[in-house]
């Protein structure tokens, strides 16, 4: 199997096939290892990132801008208003013109029927990496570090681990559905039982289960859906209580034709549901040793309880929040270092 990942895109972990995601899980462990032993691990010396932030991160920001400094090579931390992009410059232009600068190109922006499509254009055009930091489909970043704290908590051979992926209600903002997206087509291939709960206004995109299902069958995992948080958590190994917003309830076309109104009925539709919080009785209905995990930020109190998420018998998300260093540090040195 040839391991040169020079170049390669980070768009979706379904890219990259179980043999490369497991080299990025061994590489992420010894990243960490490195890091807790301050041993100089500058694999990307003298490199440089371009980062294109459309909407707030602390995780993803921090993860990838220190995570180049750790490498050797440094981040340009952008935003739509330092660039040309807020007067249109197409996404051809600025992947051409970023590409001969540096080494790499990574954007976050996570606007439903667009944001995957604009990524994929600047990945037409590059000849560095582009690597996802969240967007409308996908959050493949934040699938690496919930694969990796699973690992670290259950062991490498994730076969049979029940794991329920909860909808939750939030008040916040309408979260994206990327991050339950990912976990639906990552963890099935790694022979996880996966429940997916939601209200049946909240549903995950079509094109995405189907995939997901065709996942679970090649890994030997499983996928089930139901309307009922309580059943969905009885006997789960980990319940990942997150909020997504009702966008799969329209096809692309019809919500950017109508976004007001779509979000006017999805901001209906969450209100319903308010009892969609994981606590400590819905705690007690999973495995007797249950972990709960989260991607952050968390609205705390509506999609968990206070007492859920700060019990660290339970709450694993610092954990799988670190992780998203060395899981970022690992594609970044893979895809842009390497030979
Ligand atoms: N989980 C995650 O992507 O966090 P940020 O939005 O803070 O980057």
Redesign the pocket.
Known sequence: MSINFRNKHFITTDDWSKQELDIVFELSADLKRRFALNEPHRLLQDKTLFMMFFE??????NSMEAGMTQLGGHAHDLTPDKMQLSHGESAKDTSIILSRMGHGIATRQAFYGSSNKYLNELAKHATVPVMSL?DDVY?PM?GLADKMVINEYFGNNTKGLKVTIAWAYAKSHAKPLSVPQTQALLFPRYGMDVTIAHPKEFPLSANIIAKAKKNAEAGGGSLRFTNDMDEAVEGAHIVIPKNWGGYAAYSEEDFLANEEAAFKEMGENLEKYQDWIYDRRRVNLGHKDVKMMH???ADRNREVTDEVIDDESVSIVYDEAENRLHTAKAIMALTMGGR
């Not at 707030?56 to 920001?61: D, E, F, H, K, L």
């Open positions: 707030q991160s602390t995780r993803t920001r969240q959050h934040q991607a952050l930020p």
